[in-house]
């Protein structure tokens, strides 16, 4: 076995210090997903793009003295994830600078729009008329759209749609996970109101008999811009922060282990949401665990092609293995919506996981655009208790690439077993599940020896009985291994987090280490120090960061320790028994049905 030395990979000393320098950046699509002339997604950060107001002042809403046309909708109320065609004829003196507006609500004033749709978009704007459909989602306001036109220097609204309303109540992006107990699955959603929750379980579909949960196991939480740890995450506007609702709570308690559950719930008296699950098995009894783990999703889509780029066919493709195969748990170890400071995306996001996340625990973490931030001042802590600006080292890239959420809206969204094994919240805690233990770190937290998280982390890995739990597995953002050209200041993160604890995952023997962060796939050897090793004396570390954001880091440079690596969208699949862990890189083309097993291994257990 191959010693470690402290200082191989320490480049520069670790006194955490400010480092105003990001880790990366990423364009974030706007409300409607729009992409511009050359076929780039308009990016919503790029205000300078997207403000289409910006060499113009507004007439007024009510100023109705050019108004030429009409401006309808294909419906009049939406629940979340419809299609609405938006459609306007007889405009008078149509112009390429005319645009349509999105709002929401629909009474925000006329600057500060959702988003818009040039007209010019539409094969016969030139004859006063066109249509747009697009997704709407429930953000808990209803929608307006209106025609601008340029007259004498100033915008005005040729033509207003009705308003369309959101369903009232309606229980949006269910989202399982395990509870701190084996016999608890803890449900959350999304909606309107913190009055009058209902949870109702059941052995069968029909609910002829069902256990309602108690009221004292439902709690609602919610949060504000002043949370937040700086802009634009703190902006209070259309497009930036929006009132996110409230996030409910419900634990199933008490459940018959290795049974299946369904349930519904929402709001007493109102349509209810459905899903179902299976419990874990008693400890055991399991032969085998299956996870599908994976890093960086976010939401990115083509208006024209639902499947386009990557997050919704990944989405379907989550939602199809979970409803139709063994998974025990979705695992997805940071960067997850890619809101940072946009609101709107939370929602989207929440929609698009809840296809597979009503059916299977859905265990997040966080990564650097859930968390990095630069807001707190000295004296203030963020919610994971991190007092000032978080974790900088002076080797590190860790920026401010949350946009000033510092990890709020992933803390209020989401409850892990932080209990069990005294983790802290989302950002790193463990939980047992048939023949694996699985650990989830928080790359963005100081882990250098003797910190919090070193020392919870050492103590995890101390107390795990590997008769019973023969499989260790650590997730985090960020990797260890990696061998990009294209991120030098990440490879330099990954040096030294080699440094700073690998020798944990040797003495512990772990068996495989996941993370993210790339937007590809790589896979290491059975590695120590930078050294191959033989099967069964080493972990095995594998990049999935191809969830469904754009795909990078195609580049590589020569790394002994490398054995594949790929840049197609799709995620992890691990199944372990008592005696091998399985894993395979699921992937699917973009435009193609067909699934292919793109990358596997085969990992022993660790020789005595």
Partial sequence: MTSIPLALYLLVAVTPVIQLVSGGSHAIPTFLHRYDENGEMVDAQNLAAFNVHKNRTFAGKHVTTFRSGQ???????????????????????????????????????????????????????????????????????????????????????????????????????????????????????????????????????????????????????????????????????????????????????????????????????SQLQSGYFRTPMAPGVAKSARFITFGDFGVHYHPQNWDQPGAPLVGEMLAE???????????????????????????????????????????????????????????????????????????????????GECGVPTYYRFKMPSEHNSGNSVFWYSFDLHLVRLIMMSSEHDYSPGTVQYKWLEGVLASTDREALPWVIITLHRPMYANTTDAKGDNIVANNMRALFEDLLVKYRVNVMFSGHYHCYMRSCPVINGECQAPGTAPVHIVAGSAGANLLYDAKFPAKWTVFSGLKFGYVVFEANHTNLHAEWITQDIGQSDKQVTDSVDVPLWKD
């Fill in 71 to 269: 401006l309808n909708v294909s419906v009049d109320s939406i629940v979340s994830g419809d299609n609405i065609t938006v459609s306007w004829l007889d405009i008078a003196t149509p112009a390429v600078s005319d645009w349509i507006g999105v709002y929401c609500p629909g009474s925000s004033t006329e600057s500060d729009y959702l988003d818009y749709v040039w007209a010019n978009s539409s094969s016969t704007w030139k004859a006063g008329s066109g249509t747009f459909t697009s997704k709407l989602f429930n953000m808990r306001d209803d929608y307006e759209f209106r025609y601008y036109q340029t007259i004498h220097g100033k915008y005005h609204a040729a033509a207003v749609s009705p308003r369309v309303a959101v369903k009232e109540h309606e229980p949006c992006g269910g989202r399982l996970a395990l509870g701190n107990e084996l016999d608890t699955m803890v449900l959350a959603w999304t909606t309107d109101t913190d009055k009058d929750i209902l949870v109702q379980y059941s052995l069968g579909m029909s609910f002829d008999e069902f256990t309602e949960v108690p009221a004292g196991e439902i709690s609602a939480r919610t949060y504000s811009a002043k949370d937040m740890c700086g802009a634009p995450a703190t902006k209070v506007s259309a497009t930036t922060f929006r009132d996110p609702g409230f996030q409910i709570f419900a634990n199933m308690r008490n459940l018959t282990l290795n049974t299946t559950y369904h349930y519904q719930f929402g709001i007493r008296g």
């Fill in 321 to 403: 293995a979970v409803q139709t195969s063994r998974v025990d748990a979705v695992v997805h170890f940071g960067d997850l919506s890619y809101a940072v400071g946009h609101g709107y995306i939370w929602d989207q996001w929440n929609w698009l996981i809840a296809k597979s996340a009503r059916f299977v625990p859905y265990m997040v973490g966080v990564g650097n655009h859930e968390y990095d931030h630069t807001g707190k001042p000295p004296g203030e802590t963020d919610v994971s208790g991190t007092p000032g600006i978080g974790f900088h080292p002076t080797w590190g890239n860790l920026g401010d690439d949350s946009e």
